[in-house]
């Protein structure tokens, strides 16, 4: 006795996921590297003090890394600041934080962080050799990043609010959204 064999119609074919934005694989990058940074912060009370240089140095670059393709973040920029700083590079520590502020002047321990750096004249660290030559480096790109960190101008902000029977409440949320 023969089978037959019963066809379903499968429907349209799946659609591809889309590939991410470009914004949205910018955020994940961020995040990633600001997750990486916190990390290794994290780690500064148990690392062994001769281990800090590097950890030091590993949040700067990790951090400057990420603001060559975009200097406007200032989350970043006051990490790498703490970076140079804890190595001896106050210049370069100074110009990040106060690029930083620049851009967000609320931004937690900045301004601390700011007053520490110009408080430490005549700081020397003590680094291994291959560390300085780095740092070096890292501090001419440091004073290039600072000074490109500028915030946008010239940018509008639309405000759409779908409202209903809200009439009194109104003017305080309008209010809210000036300084914006």
């Known amino acids: ?20 934005s470009a914004a949205n694989q910018r955020e994940a990058a961020y995040r990633a590297c ?14 062994a003090q ?12 990790e951090a400057l890394d990420f ?3 975009e200097p406007r973040e200032p989350v970043l920029l006051n990490y790498a600041g703490l970076g140079l700083h804890e190595l001896g590079a106050r210049e370069g520590a100074i110009e990040l934080f106060e690029a930083s502020l620049r851009l967000d002047p609320e931004l937690p321990h900045t301004a601390g962080n700011l007053e520490q750096a110009r408080a430490r004249k005549g700081f020397k ?3 291994p050799a291959a560390i300085g030559a780095q740092l070096r480096r890292l501090d001419a790109e440091a004073r290039r990043i600072a000074s490109q960190a500028h915030p946008v101008v010239g940018l509008k902000l639309t405000l759409c609010m779908i409202v209903r029977d809200e009439e ?3 003017p305080r949320s309008l209010a809210a959204a000036v300084g914006a």
């Open 168 to 170: 009194e409440m109104l």
């Open 1 to 20: 006795r023969g089978m037959a064999l019963r066809l379903e119609d499968p429907g349209p074919a799946p659609t591809p996921p889309k590939a991410p």
């Open 50 to 61: 001769r281990d800090l240089p590097a950890l030091y140095l590993a949040v700067a670059r």
């Open 125 to 127: 660290a003590n680094l």
């Open 67 to 69: 603001l060559a393709g």
């Open 34 to 47: 600001r997750g990486a940074i916190e990390t290794r912060l994290a780690a500064v009370p148990t690392t």
